[in-house]
T-cell receptor
Framework: DAGVIQSPRHEVTEMGQEVTLRCKPI?????LFWYRQTMMRGLELLIY????????DSGMPEDRFSAKMPNASFSTLKIQPSEPRDSAVYFC????????????????FGPGTRLTVL | GENVEQHPSTLSVQEGDSAVIKCTYS??????FPWYKQELGKRPQLIID???NVGEKKDQRIAVTLNKTAKHFSLHITETQPEDSAVYFC??????????WGAGTKLIIKP
């Protein structure tokens, strides 16, 4: 398996533009997570899906952010309109529940998308 | 709410010495505690994890210990090498098998 795939790897845009980040999880994984990482705020969970259904979006900063997972192999994170404070590295991670002496959920991260909003 | 506190935020050690990073969690139901390493410009990657039914796990130069009573767990790296320089994150499982993350520790190995 190629691992979690994200595109684009780098995105530079101007304030007010729409940005769409894409993620392909590892085949067979039924959890998908979107994270944002900045120096100031560290690693923040934005939203996660289980079996393509959004479970917890309490980390989404505001209405400008939206995420979808139309099928098990694809998810998008959209920012509209983008603002300079959205500049960060956005990671997608996927996982599948495992059972060894109880359930656990190892997350596998994609390479990230570095977003710069000018 | 649930949280994980991680200390120190920065740790500088001489090459060959040991490094210890500590985390404290709040959810007594947590039962899975992974440690991730993130090199500069790269993705976080799992280096070791521990389940709540064991107190210690070792993999070559790295080990993790867990004290469920005190709700804290630690990462130990022995005989540190330059390639150990990175940011290390601890995490603890919470409801629906999510992970809640520590703020990270920047480990610097001095030559």
């Amino acid at each position: 398996d190629a691992g979690v795939i994200q595109s684009p790897r780098h995105e530079v845009t101007e304030m007010g533009q729409e940005v769409t980040l894409r993620c392909k999880p590892i085949s067979g994984h039924d959890y998908l997570f979107w994270y944002r990482q900045t120096m100031m705020r560290g690693l923040e969970l934005l939203i996660y899906f289980n079996n393509n259904v959004p479970i917890d979006d309490s980390g989404m900063p505001e209405d400008r952010f939206s995420a979808k997972m139309p099928n098990a192999s694809f998810s998008t994170l959209k920012i509209q309109p983008s603002e300079p404070r959205d500049s960060a590295v956005y990671f997608c991670a996927s996982s599948s529940l495992r059972w060894t002496s109880g359930p656990y959920n190892e997350q596998f991260f994609g390479p990230g998308t570095r977003l710069t909003v000018l | 709410g649930e949280n994980v506190e991680q200390h120190p935020s920065t740790l500088s050690v001489q090459e060959g010495d040991s490094a210890v990073i500590k985390c404290t969690y709040s959810d007594s139901a947590s039962n899975y505690f992974p440690w991730y390493k993130q090199e500069l410009g790269k993705r976080p990657q799992l280096i070791i994890d521990i389940r709540s039914n064991v107190g210690e796990k070792k993999d070559q130069r790295i080990a993790v210990t867990l004290n469920k009573t005190a709700k804290h767990f630690s990462l130990h790296i022995t005989e540190t090498q330059p390639e150990d320089s990175a940011v290390y994150f601890c995490a603890a499982s919470i409801r629906d098998y999510q992970l809640i993350w520590g703020a990270g520790t920047k480990l610097i190995i001095k030559p």
